[in-house]
Structure formats: structure tokens, C-alpha cells
């Protein structure tokens, strides 16, 4: 027992160490690699500001890469799934059962995710950070199981501080490896039933707005499943405190191992400068979370699209972040994340392949 313990014990410490060392690698992105954008942008064949936000978004990207001649040819999406135990508290439409269910659907490229990955050409990971039952191997799917999902969070953690070190790290070690096999922009997405819980109950935490004001229906619940689940994120914000100045404290508290994951997977595609194409209400919880652990990985992040969660705007606003499109998906998976991909990488087409009114041969503007 002493043994184990004191393995556990530095375990723990390796991971403080590895969490707090990926923190550090993230860098702001190049200023002038931004001014450099913002010029070429004014000498573009088109009245100043006509592209509107597509001429905002090709100087973040510069600034993020560092040079104007990024390409966005790798596209991946991250889809992490885990299953929640505040689902006991009646808070989702659909049984626990479908979440690994479905994780299989996207495995045999049936969901909506994969139609709308293979539409822009992404590439769709999935990995189970945490579903409650045993998935089948699969060569297409990642297994990052920290848990056989949560704990109640109503009644106490969600989980352990260690633990959600361990789905931090387990959603970083998936890009390191990702980037190894070519990533020039992520997005993020999830699956898990009854997940909207607790990323209301991060969201009431990190920005102190009540929880009636924040969380939604989710899949579809009537007005009494609505009630139950911001009784149980009330109940859960009173039993456990989570501090909202410590964010590993409130991601352990009331928080879970796909919303870990996909955070420190945007913790990791920040520290390699690669812009982060966040999805919809669960994976906004997930970049609150980072940004509460580094500060540094806001310049790095896009916002898909605004949800019909009712709390969505007040997330987006709290990480200073305006949505790319506003089409009323509630459905997670990276659906938004994949879409607005193609907003992105239009952006950065127009930066590079259209002519400056010298290479055209066209009068510029009198001055």
C-alpha cells in the first residue's frame, strides 16, 4: 500500500510538472507577422474593410503562424467523448447508453460530424476520455479512459485534482501526436450525455452569472428536466465551491473528462501556434477552462458559431470572443468548429492568392 502510494504520489508531481511546462511553451502570437497582414490587406485589389471580419481573421492567423503565407490544409477535428454521473439527477433526455453508442457512430462515419468533416476535407479523432462502458478497439479510436465517467457533481467532485491533470495531459499527448501526422488548424467537439450540465455549472463558476440564467435544454429536456438540472448545478456550485480563481479547482469540481480533454488539447495547439476553432457550448466550457489555466491561449481561439443555449453568449463574451456564424446548432460533435473552418480558411486564401492593386495593374484609390 506504502509502495503504491508513494508511485501515485510522484506520479501526481510528474503531472503538475508536465501541465505546468505545456502552460509555458505558450507564446503571443507575432505582432508583426499581424502588421505585415494588416498591410498587405490594404494594398489588396478591393476597398479597405470590404472583406469585412474575413480581413480580421486572415491577420489573426498571421500573427498566429507568424508568417502570411500559412496554409490550412490539415484541418482535424477533435471529438472527445465521456459520460457524466449528475445524469442520475435526471438532466438529459437520453440514457447514459447513447453516448458510447454513438461514439461508435462516428467511428463507422455516420454522424454529422463525419458528413460535414468530409464536406471541407478534415480529418475527424476521436477519443473516449471517459465513457462509462467498454468501447470496442477500433483503429480509428484513441482510448484516454481516465474514468468510467465522473462522479455526481451535485453531490460532491466531479472528480479528483490528479484526475483532471490526467485528462488535461491525455487531451494535449492526442495533439502532440496529431501534429506529428500534420495539423494546421483544430477544432472541438463532443459527446457525452448529460454534458451540458456540467459545462453550465463551469460556466456559472468562472463567471458568477446564476445558473437559471446559463443553463439550457440540452438534447431536448421539457421544463421540469430544465428545472432539475439547474437544481443540480445549484446543489453542486453549494456542495463543492469551486473557486473561480483556481481553474484546475472548479474542472475538478464540476467539471468533466471530455471538457479536461478537449482543454488541454487547446492548451497544446496553442503552445505549437496553432489557431483553435472552438465549437458550441461544451467546448466554450473547455476554452474558458484553458484560458482559466493560461491566460495566454486567448489570442489563439475562434468561436464557431453562437448555440441555442440559452448561456452560450454570456461564455463568448466572458472569453471577449465573437461567433463566426450564428445557425442556431445545439448538437455539439464539432459541427459548428467544422463549418466555420472553411470561413477560416477562405480568410487566409483571400491574404495570400488575391492580387494587390500593383500585381493587378489596377489604380488604387486617389488620395
Known amino acids: ?143 484516454k479512459k481516465v474514468g468510467y465517467g465522473t462522479a455526481n457533481l451535485s453531490l460532491g467532485p466531479a472528480m479528483s485534482e490528479d484526475d483532471a491533470r490526467k485528462a488535461l495531459l491525455a487531451g494535449a499527448d492526442i495533439i502532440a501526436a496529431e501534429l506529428d501526422a500534420g495539423l494546421d488548424i483544430l477544432g472541438t467537439g463532443d459527446m457525452g450525455i448529460g454534458n451540458t450540465t456540467p459545462s453550465a455549472a463551469l460556466a456559472a463558476a468562472f463567471t458568477g452569472v446564476a445558473p437559471a440564467e446559463i443553463a439550457g435544454r440540452g438534447t431536448g429536456v421539457d421544463d421540469d428536466g430544465l428545472a432539475r438540472k439547474v437544481d443540480a448545478i445549484e446543489r453542486g456550485l453549494v456542495v463543492n465551491r469551486p473557486d473561480p480563481g483556481d481553474a484546475l479547482d472548479v474542472l475538478a469540481k464540476v467539471g468533466g473528462f471530455e471538457i479536461a480533454g478537449l482543454a488541454g488539447a487547446i492548451l497544446g495547439a496553442a503552445a505549437a501556434a496553432r489557431p483553435i476553432v472552438i465549437d458550441g457550448f461544451i467546448s466554450t466550457a473547455a476554452a474558458m477552462v484553458a484560458v482559466g489555466l493560461a491566460p495566454a491561449v486567448r489570442p489563439y481561439l475562434f468561436a464557431a458559431h453562437r448555440s441555442q443555449e440559452r448561456g452560450h453568449g454570456i461564455m463568448l463574451d466572458w472569453l471577449e470572443l465573437s461567433p463566426i456564424l450564428d445557425l442556431d446548432l445545439r448538437l455539439g460533435e464539432g459541427t459548428g468548429a467544422v463549418m466555420a473552418m472553411s470561413i477560416l480558411e477562405a480568410a487566409g486564401k483571400i491574404l495570400n492568392e488575391m492580387a494587390t492593386f500593383a500585381e493587378a495593374g489596377v489604380a488604387d484609390r486617389d488620395e
Do not use: C, W
Not at 12 to 19: A, G, I, K, T
Not at 63 to 71: K, P, T, V
Not at 75 to 96: F, M, N, R
Not at 105 to 118: D, E, M, P, Q, S
Open 1 to 143: 500500500m506504502a509502495e503504491n502510494q508513494s508511485t501515485s504520489a510522484v506520479d501526481s508531481m510528474s503531472n503538475r510538472q508536465e501541465l505546468d511546462d505545456l502552460i509555458a511553451k505558450i507564446r503571443p502570437p507575432d505582432a508583426m507577422a499581424a502588421e505585415a497582414a494588416r498591410e498587405r490587406q490594404s494594398q489588396l485589389t478591393k476597398p479597405p474593410g470590404s472583406l469585412g471580419r474575413l480581413e480580421e481573421f486572415s491577420i489573426r492567423l498571421a500573427a498566429i503562424f507568424g508568417r502570411l503565407d500559412f496554409e490550412l490544409n490539415q484541418k482535424v477535428i477533435l471529438t472527445a467523448a465521456a459520460d457524466h454521473g449528475v445524469v442520475a439527477e435526471g438532466v438529459s433526455a437520453y440514457p447514459q447508453a447513447v453516448t458510447g453508442q454513438m461514439v461508435l457512430n462516428f467511428l463507422y462515419g455516420g454522424a454529422a460530424i463525419n458528413v460535414l468533416a468530409r464536406h471541407v476535407d478534415a480529418r475527424v479523432v476521436i477519443a473516449d476520455l471517459g465513457v462509462a462502458t467498454e468501447l470496442p478497439d477500433h483503429p480509428n479510436l484513441i482510448n
